[in-house]
């Protein structure tokens, strides 16, 4: 099993940045395929970003795409998620998922992660 616990949200004015962190511990790090979701009051759960347990390839939705990044440090069991150009309408609550990279399914899908921080609320004011 993992553990993951998200840092890093706050409240920001349209345009800033800021960085989360999604701590892992219990495993390998470098096992799991690490992915991060939101979800705004009312909404569902959304997938924001994706990466494979050893770097590689990466994985973003369209309304994120050139303004957040995501990476990860294996030797940190740290994954993180730069979020810049922040909009009112990323407001939300950010999740980090992990998910055995043997284990089969999207790495946009909320079902293929079996492992959920608590999440960290960000907020982008006008």
């Known amino acids: 099993q993992v553990q993951l616990v998200e840092s890093g949200g706050g409240l920001v004015q349209a345009g800033g940045s800021l960085r989360l962190s999604c701590a892992a511990s219990?495993?390998?790090?470098?096992?799991?395929?690490m992915g991060w979701f939101r979800q705004a009051p009312g909404k569902e759960r959304e997938f924001v970003a994706a990466?494979?347990?050893?770097?590689?390839?990466?994985y973003y939705a369209d309304s994120v795409k050139g303004r957040f990044t995501i990476s990860r440090d294996n030797a940190k069991n740290t994954g993180y998620l730069q979020m810049n150009s922040l909009k009112p309408e990323d407001t939300a609550v950010y999740y980090c998922?992990?998910?055995?990279?043997?284990?089969?399914?999207?790495?946009?899908?909320?079902?293929?992660?079996?492992?959920w921080g608590q999440g960290t609320q960000v907020t982008v004011s006008s």
């Open positions: 219990g495993r390998t790090f470098s096992s799991y395929r």
């Open positions: 998922a992990a998910s055995p990279v043997t284990a089969s399914g999207s790495y946009y899908s909320t079902r293929t992660y079996g492992y």
């Open positions: 990466r494979g347990g050893s770097g590689g390839t990466t």
